[in-house]
């Protein structure tokens, strides 16, 4: 495949649409063993994981549920930075089972801001499912449940993810050209 570029910055083939459908089936697949007999309610984050959510669910035989939130993270000039909510959670997921969608988990930022908001509500259970995984560049304790692949700490684009806006229709993930 060939390189493409966006704004300024030249990106290169990564993974494969034909891969991530692999591993979302196989992703998928898991959680539906998991959740046999349960109706989890998925929380996908707005925008980035809007394609792996859509992907995702469709690939779920389970009942499940779907709602979205909208968060939008800053790197703050201290180093905890901070995580504004733009679309809040409108479901009761008291009792429920929660299956978080993302598209990344980097630092873990995102995440560490928003799963004290939701277990407050006293969901009966939290897992996060996440698109890609970069450990390496993890500031904040947060583990994954499911990741369809664990990344190099690089940058990506594809899939819902995007460079200043664009990029997140392309159907194949891709890398910055080094
Ligand atoms: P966090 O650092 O809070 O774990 O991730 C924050 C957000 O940064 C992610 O949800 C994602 O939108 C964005 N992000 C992190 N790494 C990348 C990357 O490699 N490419 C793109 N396009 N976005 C990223
Ligand atoms: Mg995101």
């Known amino acids: 495949m060939a390189d ?15 891969r991530i459908k692999q591993r ?15 109706k989890p309610l998925v929380i996908g984050i707005l925008n980035g994981s809007f394609i792996f959510a859509a992907d995702l669910i ?8 779907i709602s979205f939130v909208k968060l939008a993270s800053y790197q703050g000039v201290s180093s905890t930075g ?3 909510t733009l679309i809040s959670l ?12 993302e598209d990344i988990v980097d630092s873990g930022q995102t995440m560490s801001a928003f799963l004290p908001e939701v277990y407050q509500r006293k969901p009966a259970s939290v897992k996060i499912a996440t ?6 560049a993890r500031k904040y304790a947060i583990k994954t449940n499911y990741a369809a692949f664990e990344i190099e700490n690089t940058f990506v684009v594809g899939c ?10 392309l159907p194949d993930l891709y890398i910055l050209k080094p």
């Open 4 to 18: 493409i570029q966006i704004h300024d910055k030249i990106f290169t083939s990564y993974i494969s649409a034909e």
């Open 24 to 38: 979302v089936t196989d992703i998928a697949g898991k959680i539906n063993t998991d959740y046999a007999g349960k």
């Open 58 to 65: 469709r690939a779920l035989t389970i009942e499940v549920e």
């Open 82 to 84: 901070s995580v504004d």
């Open 90 to 101: 409108k479901e009761d997921i008291g009792g429920r089972d929660i299956i978080i969608v």
């Open 131 to 136: 698109f890609l995984d970069k450990p390496s």
């Open 160 to 169: 819902g993810l995007d460079y200043n806006g664009l990029g997140r229709n």
